[in-house]
C-alpha cells in the first residue's frame, strides 16, 4: 500500500509533469517564434548557430532573459520593456524557477527562498561588457528585495536606504563612456542582510577602484561623472552663487575636455532632484551636504586654476578668482593653497625647504590634487552610505550578495585603467569557471560519476600573467614604480618585454611578427583576454599606479575646516617616507579578498550581453553576440549543464532536509547518511536515471525531480509544524495555567494571612476597648480621670444622641424625657427646660388670635374652678362660646329696653322663684354695665354689676348659680337662683365683663340668699345617684347632683 506520501508525492509529480507537458505542448507552435525558454532544452545543444538563433528569436519578440539551467542569459534591449512592474514582481513571487518565463525576478526570487530555506547566504554575480546591463540588472534584483521581502516601518527605511544608496553612488560613480551613457567607473559589491524572518535589515557596499583619471581628463565623447552635470543643471541659483559656479559646464576645464556635456539619454536635472531627496534619506545631515557641493565645486574651481611660466620658468599663479572660492569652500587660508600648488616642499637631512612647480609640474599636482580630493571624497562617501546601512543588532543574519562591477572595456587607447578594470573581469571569469565548469567537472570525477568531461577554455593563464608574484605585468610595474632614478613608461615596457617574451597572450610592437606588428604601436603591449585582444598604451602607467600626491599638498588639506576634507586628509595618515601600496597591487589585494567573499557563497550568475555597440533597440549585431557568447563560455556551460544534473547535495544535508517523508528516516535514520537517502529515495519513487549516488552526495538530473520532492516536504512540513505546535501550545498552555494557579494559591494564602491578620488586629482591638468600656462604667460614678472620661464621654455623647432621636414633641409630654445618666443629670435637665420652653414658644407662635383668646378666658375658668367645683373637669374640653343667643336672634324689643348698653354675652337660664322655687326659662343677658335677667320681651330684673356682691356655686357636679345682689330696698328684687347649663362659661364670662375675678365663691353644703331684705332662703346641695332639684321640708331648695365621674 503506498503512504500518503506516496500518494500525494506521486500525485505532485505527476501533476506537475502533466503541466509541464501540456505547457511545452502549448508553446510547441510558439517556440518556433520565441525560441525556448532554457538552452539546456535545446536540441543541437552544442552548435553555436542553433544558441545564437535561440537568443535572436527571442530578442526580436523582446524575450530579453533565457537560462542555461539557473544561468540567467540578458540581453540588454535598449529600450523601457514594461517588464519590471509591481504586477511582475508579483506575479515572480513565491514561485518555481522554471514555471514562468525567465526573468531576472525569477532568479531574485529563488536565490531569496534558496537562501531562506536553507538559511545560507548566496551572491549573484553579474558580469558582461560595459553597456551590457549589468548595473541595470542589479537595480531591478534590489529592487525585487524592496517590494517582496517583508517589512515593516522600521525596515522600510533600510529598504530606502539601500534603494536610494544607487543613485548617489551612480552619480559621483558613474560617467558616459563611448561604450556606455551610464557606465560604472568603480565596482561595487553590495550586501544585503537578511534576518531570520527573511526581512531586509541591513547592507553593507565595497566598492572597487575608481576611476579617478576621469576627474582630471576625459576622452573625446566622454563625460566626467554625472555629479558634476547634475550640480550644474540642476543646483539651485542660490546653491551656485554660494558655490561660485556658474551654470554653464563650458566653463570648467575639467568638464569641456569630452566635449559632450549634453547626452540626450541624460536628464541630470531630474537625476539632481533624485540624489538630492537621496542624500537626506540616507541620513547626510544638512552639514555633510553642504560640505559635499563645497568639494564638488572646489574640484571644479581647481581645474580652472592656471599656470603661467615666471620669468625664472617657474609656475605663477593668476586665478586669483578661483583661489578666491577655493579658500572659501574648503576654509582655508588662500596664501597656504597658493603656495600648496606651486611649491614642493623637500626634505634634505637638516631643514625641509620649498621648492617652486614647473608650469607642467604644477599642472601634474593640481591634477593630482584634484583626483585625490575626489577620490578619497567618494570612498567617504561610501563609508557614510555604510554607516546608514549599518544593522547594529549581532543576530545571525544570511546574506546575498550583488556583485555589480565595471565591464570588460576596449577603447582606441586603452590605459591603465582599462588594464585594471580588464583584469577585474578576467579574475570575474575565473572565479566563474572555477565554480562552475571547471569544479562541476571535479565534482563528478570526485564523486565517482560516469562522465564525459568537456573542454573549455581557463583564462587562468592571463589571470597569472597579470598578477603573478615577481613574473606578472602588475609585479613589473610595481618594481619599476618603486626603482629609484629613470624610470619611465618606456623602461616598463621593456621590462615586460623582456619578462613576458613568448607568452601566448602578451605582445608587443617589439614581439610581435610583421603582421602584428603594423596594428601595434612603440608604446603599446597588447594582451589576448578571454574576451578579446586589447591594446594597451603604456602612457601614464607608472603614475597612475604611484598615484603620487605631494607631502605637502596633504598638509595644506589637513588645514581645511571642510568636516569631509578632514576626514579625507586625516592627521594620522603615514607620510611619504613609508611608500603606500602601488594602485594596481591595492587593486590586486582588493580583488583576491573579494575572490574570497564570494567563494564562501552559494554563486548564482546573471550573463549580460551587449546586442550591438551603438546602444540601439532592436539590433542584434551576430558577430558581436557570437564573440560574447564565446568568451563568456555560454556554450561549455551549457553543455557542462545538459550532461550533468540540476541538483546535488550531500547525503547529510539531503536526508536531513527530507527525511521527514519517509517513515524509515523520519525522525532519526540510524544508518549512514547515504543509505538513508538511499531508503528515502526509494520510498519517494525516484526513477533510475533521474538520479545518482555519488561518494558522498546524491545528484539529482532534472529540477522538476526536486520540485515534486520541494512541494512533498513542503507539505509535510506543515504537517509537522502544525503538530509542533500543537504540542507546543499545549505545553505553552498547562504551563501557563500551572504558574497561574501557582499564582493564585499564592495570593490566595497572602490574601488569607492579611485577612487572619486584620481580624486578629480587630479583636485586639475590640478586646481592649470592651475592656475600657467596663473599666469605665465600673469608674462611672468616678471623678473624671483616665479609666472613665472614655467612658464618659461615650455615656454623653450616646444619651446626647438618643435624646436628640427622642425628644418630647408636645409640651404636655412630660413623661417621655430620657432618663439621664448620673453625669448628664444636670445637663439634662437643663436641656428639659430649654425644651420646654422651645416647645411652648413653638406652640404660642402657632396660636391664632382666636385660640388664644379663648385660651385666656379658658386659663380664667381654671382660675375660678380648678379644684374647686367637682364639674369642672368635664367642661374644660369643651369650647366656650362668645355667646349663645346672638343679637340678631335677640328679642328687638329687650334690645330697646337696654337701650345703649350693648350686649357682651347671653344665655338661656332656668331661674328659680325665691319663694316657692318655681323653675322659669329666662335669658341672662350681660352688658358692659348690667347683668338683664329677660322674660321673652320683659327685662324681669336688672343687676348692675356695681350692686352685685359675688355668686356662689356648690363644690358640685350641679349646674346652680346664686347671684347675690345689695338689696337696700324692700322692693327691689332680692338674690337670683338660676340654673345654667353653661354655667362655667357664663360666670367666667360674668367675670371677663365684670373685670372682678373673685366674684364667684365656690361653696360647701348650702348656700344662703337674700330673698329680699331681712329674708333669707337656703339652697342645700348634695351628691347622689342623679341629678333632682326640689324643695325640701325644710323648706331649702334642695339640689342633688349625680357625683361627676372622674376623668
Ligand atoms: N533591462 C534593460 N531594459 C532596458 N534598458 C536596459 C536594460 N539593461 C540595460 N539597459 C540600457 O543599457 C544601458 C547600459 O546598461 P548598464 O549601465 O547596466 O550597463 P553596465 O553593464 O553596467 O555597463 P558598465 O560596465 O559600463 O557599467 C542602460 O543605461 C540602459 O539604457
Ligand atoms: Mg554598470
Known amino acids: ?106 532568479l531574485a526570487d529563488n536565490v531569496y527562498r534558496t537562501m531562506t530555506s536553507e538559511s545560507s547566504s548566496h551572491f549573484i554575480l553579474i558580469s558582461g561588457e560595459s553597456g551590457a546591463g549589468k548595473t541595470e540588472a542589479s537595480k531591478k534584483v534590489l529592487q525585487f528585495y524592496a517590494v517582496s521581502c517583508p517589512s515593516t516601518r522600521l525596515l522600510d527605511s533600510v529598504r530606502d536606504r539601500l534603494l536610494l544608496s544607487n543613485p548617489v553612488l551612480e552619480a559621483f560613480g558613474n560617467a558616459k563612456t563611448l561604450k556606455n551613457d551610464n557606465s560604472s567607473r568603480f565596482g561595487k559589491y553590495m550586501d544585503i542582510q537578511f534576518n531570520y524572518q527573511g526581512a531586509a535589515v541591513g547592507g553593507h557596499i565595497l566598492s572597487y577602484l575608481l576611476e579617478k583619471s576621469r576627474v582630471v581628463h576625459q576622452n573625446r565623447g566622454e563625460r566626467n561623472f554625472h555629479i558634476f552635470y547634475q550640480l550644474l543643471e540642476g543646483g539651485e541659483e542660490d546653491l551656485l552663487r554660494w558655490l561660485g559656479l556658474e551654470q554653464s559646464s563650458q566653463k570648467y576645464a575639467y568638464l569641456v575636455q569630452g566635449a559632450c556635456a549634453k547626452v540626450s539619454s541624460i536628464n541630470d536635472k531630474s537625476d539632481w532632484k533624485t540624489v538630492r531627496k537621496a542624500l537626506s534619506v540616507i541620513d547626510f545631515s544638512e552639514k555633510d551636504i553642504e560640505h559635499l557641493f563645497a568639494i564638488i565645486a572646489s574640484v571644479l574651481h581647481i581645474g580652472n586654476v592656471h599656470f603661467e611660466a615666471g620669468t625664472r620658468g617657474y609656475a605663477t599663479l593668476n586665478s586669483n578668482e578661483e583661489i578666491r572660492w577655493l579658500s572659501k569652500l574648503l576654509e582655508l587660508p588662500p596664501h597656504v593653497l597658493r603656495e600648496g600648488l606651486t611649491h614642493r616642499k623637500i626634505e634634505t637631512k637638516a631643514e625641509e625647504v620649498l621648492s617652486p612647480f614647473t608650469v607642467d609640474h604644477a599642472r601634474y599636482a593640481r591634477d593630482a590634487l584634484a583626483k585625490a580630493i575626489y577620490g578619497r571624497t567618494f570612498t567617504w562617501l561610501v563609508n557614510k552610505i555604510n554607516e546608514s546601512l549599518a544593522n547594529k543588532d549581532s543576530t545571525r543574519k544570511t546574506v546575498i550578495g550583488l556583485l555589480d562591477i565595471y565591464g570588460f572595456e576596449v577603447f582606441e587607447v586603452n590605459s591603465f585603467e582599462q588594464f585594471c578594470i580588464n583584469y577585474c573581469n578576467e579574475k570575474l571569469q575565473q572565479l566563474f569557471i572555477q565554480l562552475t565548469i571547471k569544479s562541476e567537472q571535479e565534482e563528478y570525477e570526485q564523486e565517482g560519476i560516469e562522465w564525459e568531461p568537456v573542454v573549455y577554455f581557463n583564462n587562468k593563464i592571463i589571470c597569472d600573467l597579470v598578477e603573478e608574484k615577481h613574473r606578472g605585468i602588475i609585479a613589473v610595474l610595481d618594481e619599476e614604480c618603486l626603482r629609484p632614478g629613470g624610470a619611465t613608461d618606456l623602461t616598463f615596457l621593456e621590462k615586460l618585454e623582456a619578462k613576458l617574451s613568448g607568452h601566448p597572450h602578451f605582445v608587443t610592437h617589439k614581439l610581435a611578427d610583421q603582421k602584428t606588428r ?38 595644506v588639506m589637513r588645514q581645511s575646516k571642510n568636516t569631509i576634507i578632514q576626514q579625507c586628509f586625516p592627521a594620522s595618515e603615514p607620510d611619504n617616507k613609508k611608500r603606500p601600496e602601488t594602485v594596481a597591487t591595492q587593486f590586486k589585494n582588493s580583488l583576491a579578498g573579494l575572490t574570497e567573499i564570494l567563494m564562501s557563497k552559494e554563486p548564482w550568475y546573471v550573463r549580460c550581453l551587449k546586442p550591438n555597440d551603438s546602444k540601439q533597440p532592436g539590433r542584434f549585431d551576430d558577430i558581436m553576440v557570437r564573440h560574447q557568447v564565446k568568451y563568456l563560455g555560454l556554450m561549455e556551460h551549457l553543455r557542462v549543464r545538459r550532461a550533468g544534473f540540476a541538483y546535488r547535495r550531500r547525503y547529510e544535508v539531503f536526508l536531513k532536509r527530507y527525511k521527514a ?9 540510524r544508518g549512514t547518511p547515504a543509505e538513508g537517502v538511499k531508503c528515502l529515495v526509494k520510498y519517494l519513487g525516484y526513477k533510475p536515471d533521474e538520479y545518482k549516488m555519488g561518494r558522498t552526495k546524491i545528484f539529482i538530473r532534472h529540477p522538476r525531480t526536486l520540485f515534486a520532492t520541494e512541494d512533498a516536504f513542503d507539505v509535510c512540513r506543515h504537517e509537522l509544524a502544525t503538530r509542533i505546535q500543537a504540542k507546543y501550545k499545549g505545553y505553552k498552555v498547562k504551563e501557563d495555567f500551572l504558574r497561574q494557579k501557582e499564582a493564585a494559591t499564592k495570593i490566595e494564602a497572602c490574601w488569607r494571612g492579611l485577612q487572619a491578620r486584620k481580624e486578629r488586629d480587630r479583636r485586639a482591638w475590640a478586646a481592649k476597648v470592651i475592656k475600657k468600656f467596663i473599666k469605665g462604667f465600673t469608674n462611672r460614678n468616678q471623678p473624671v480621670g483616665v479609666d472613665n472620661s472614655e467612658y464618659l464621654t461615650f455615656v454623653r455623647q450616646s444619651y446626647l444622641q438618643r435624646l436628640r432621636d427622642n425628644l418630647p414633641t408636645s409640651v404636655l409630654d412630660k413623661q417621655s424625657w430620657l432618663t439621664p445618666p448620673p453625669v448628664m443629670q444636670e445637663a439634662s435637665a437643663l436641656l428639659q427646660k430649654l425644651h420646654t420652653r422651645y416647645l411652648v414658644r413653638k406652640y404660642v407662635q402657632g396660636l391664632t388670635a382666636e385660640r388664644k383668646a379663648q385660651l385666656k378666658i379658658k386659663a380664667l375658668a381654671s382660675d375660678i374652678f380648678k379644684g374647686k367645683k367637682e364639674s369642672y373637669p368635664q367642661s374644660v374640653a369643651r369650647p366656650f362660646a362668645s355667646t349663645r343667643i346672638s343679637e340678631q336672634d335677640m328679642n328687638t324689643r329687650v334690645l330697646q329696653l337696654m337701650g345703649t348698653e350693648s350686649m357682651k354675652y347671653s344665655v338661656p337660664v332656668i331661674k328659680y322663684d325665691r319663694n316657692g322655687f318655681r323653675p322659669r326659662y329666662r335669658l341672662l343677658i350681660l352688658t358692659k354695665k348690667a347683668a338683664y335677667l329677660v322674660e321673652e320681651t320683659k327685662i324681669k330684673q336688672r343687676v348692675d354689676y356695681k350692686s352685685m356682691k359675688g355668686v356662689s356655686v356648690s363644690n358640685l357636679s350641679d349646674d346652680f348659680l346664686i347671684l347675690h345682689v345689695t338689696c337696700e330696698d324692700i322692693k327691689q328684687k332680692g338674690d337670683l337662683v338660676l340654673q345654667c347649663s353653661y354655667l362655667f362659661e357664663a360666670l367666667t364670662q360674668l ?27 337656703v339652697v342645700d346641695f348634695k351628691s347622689s345617684s342623679e341629678f333632682m332639684v326640689y324643695r325640701a321640708k325644710n323648706g331649702h331648695l334642695m339640689v342633688e347632683s349625680a357625683r361627676a365621674k372622674s376623668r
Open 1 to 106: 500500500m503506498p503512504t500518503s506520501y506516496q500518494r500525494m508525492l506521486s500525485k505532485s509529480l505527476e501533476e506537475r509533469c502533466n503541466r509541464i507537458l501540456r505547457d511545452m505542448e502549448c508553446s510547441q507552435t510558439a517556440r518556433d517564434r520565441v525560441g525556448i525558454q532554457d538552452f539546456v532544452l535545446l536540441d543541437s545543444h552544442t552548435s553555436e548557430s542553433a544558441f545564437l538563433d535561440n537568443l535572436r528569436k527571442r530578442f526580436n519578440e523582446n524575450l530579453i532573459y533565457t537560462y542555461i539551467g539557473t544561468l540567467l542569459v540578458s540581453v540588454n534591449p535598449y529600450k523601457e520593456l514594461g517588464i519590471y512592474t509591481k504586477k511582475q514582481m508579483d506575479i515572480y513571487m513565491g514561485v518555481n524557477f522554471f514555471e514562468l518565463p525567465p526573468h531576472i525576478f525569477a
Open 518 to 555: 603594423k596594428t601595434l604601436g612603440r608604446g603599446d603591449f597588447r594582451l589576448v583576454h578571454y574576451a578579446g585582444e586589447v591594446t594597451y598604451n603604456v602612457t601614464g602607467f607608472l603614475d597612475k599606479n604611484n598615484d603620487l600626491l605631494y607631502r605637502n599638498i596633504k598638509d
Open 991 to 1017: 367675670c371677663m365683663v365684670t373685670k372682678k375675678r373673685n366674684l364667684v365663691q365656690v361653696v360647701q353644703g348650702s348656700v344662703k340668699f337674700d330673698i329680699q331684705p331681712g329674708r333669707e332662703g
Open 661 to 669: 517523508l519517509c517513515p524509515d528516516t523520519w525522525p532519526n535514520w
